[in-house]
């Protein structure tokens, strides 16, 4: 990696190497943005990507949109770029995808780097608004590199290797992670439509019940014709009495009671001969009214003849 700041070698390193390998150092920073640059280093692709990245961030603070406040995280492993709130990592930038690290000496807020993104594999310069400490950040990413250099040398080149499997995992899981996601939100909008729709999945069959009235028996409907059910036996069911069409039906279905028609054997003797004698008054109303126009006449003989009297019946006028 360029460095495009100076150390003397009898000037120590601001951390110790304990902090960088096994912790980290943070910084509470301003992120201008990131911006594809054409060369993994120099000075001058430095200061137009920063050029880049101020007009455009002017442009968004006259908008009233405000400079992102991240959090930086400095360690051997590389740099990551954390949301200062929710503490969710935006990048991580490893330290062997580093190509270039400067702080700018005319603006002392100023710090950049370029690195080298994963995916695409373009080269991109992230710009930070550090509030007057970019070149001790300067000097932290120095260190970290000085550090891992080191490591390299003592393993190596084995940690090196390990790492990049290790990230290359680490990817492959947050793509798992994301498809499985994916196909959960799919699955439960797959079971709101069928719920909309009602409609069962394939291959299944759903018998709808028949609705059961408080006695929780089926309703009768007259369209539905009744079908005879077997005896307990076994033995089919007596055929239906089919009776003639012209004998009415009462609303129960029943026919019309009628004592006068019933037969002799229906009723014991003294009632039966009550209603012998009320069939009998019957006819003799029935006559009355026949012979003799007048009421007056007709209740006469209706009362001779019931009474068992044999006089003389008035004349008919």
């Not at 509470?28 to 200061?47: D, M, Q, S």
């Not at 137009?48 to 908008?63: C, M, P, Y």
């Not at 003592?154 to 498809?179: A, H, P, Y």
Request: neutral net charge; contains cysteine.
């Amino acid at each position: 990696m360029n460095r495009a700041f100076n150390r003397k070698k009898d000037k120590s390193w601001m951390h110790t190497p304990e902090a960088l390998a096994k912790h980290y150092i943070p910084y509470n920073v301003k992120f201008l943005g990131n911006t594809e640059v054409e060369a993994p280093k120099g000075t001058e692709v430095v200061k137009d990507a920063v050029r880049k990245l101020k007009f455009q961030r002017h442009i968004k603070k006259s908008e009233g949109q405000k400079t992102p406040k991240v959090e930086l995280q400095i360690s051997i492993y590389g740099v990551k770029i954390l949301d200062t709130k929710t503490k969710d990592v935006q990048h991580n930038c490893q330290l062997h995808r580093i190509s270039f690290c400067a702080d700018d000496k005319t603006d002392k807020r100023i710090f950049t780097f370029i690195c080298k993104d994963s995916e695409s594999n373009k080269h991109l310069c992230y710009v930070f608004d550090s509030e007057k400490c970019a070149e001790e950040i300067t000097l932290t990413i120095g260190q970290a590199f000085d550090l891992a250099y080191k490591k390299f040398l003592e393993s190596g080149g084995k940690d090196v290797e390990t790492r990049k499997q290790i990230g290359t995992l680490q990817k492959r899981i947050q793509e798992l992670e994301t498809e499985n996601s994916d196909l959960k939100q799919q699955l439960q909008d797959l079971e709101e439509q069928l719920m909309i729709a009602h409609v069962p999945p394939a291959g299944s069959t759903s018998m709808k019940p028949l609705s059961t009235d408080v006695f929780d028996m089926v309703p009768f409907s007259a369209v539905t014709p009744l079908v005879p059910t077997m005896a307990s036996n076994g033995c089919p069911p007596p055929p239906p009495t089919t009776l003639p069409p012209d004998i009415r039906k009462d609303l129960f279905g029943s026919e019309p009671f009628d004592p006068f028609t019933c037969g002799s054997a229906d009723f014991p003797p003294d009632i039966q001969s009550k209603l012998d004698e009320m069939q009998r008054q019957r006819w003799f109303v029935l006559f009355a009214l026949l012979l003799y126009p007048c009421c007056d006449c007709a209740r006469v003989f209706v009362l001779h003849a019931c009474g068992g009297r044999r006089g003389m019946l008035p004349h008919a006028t």
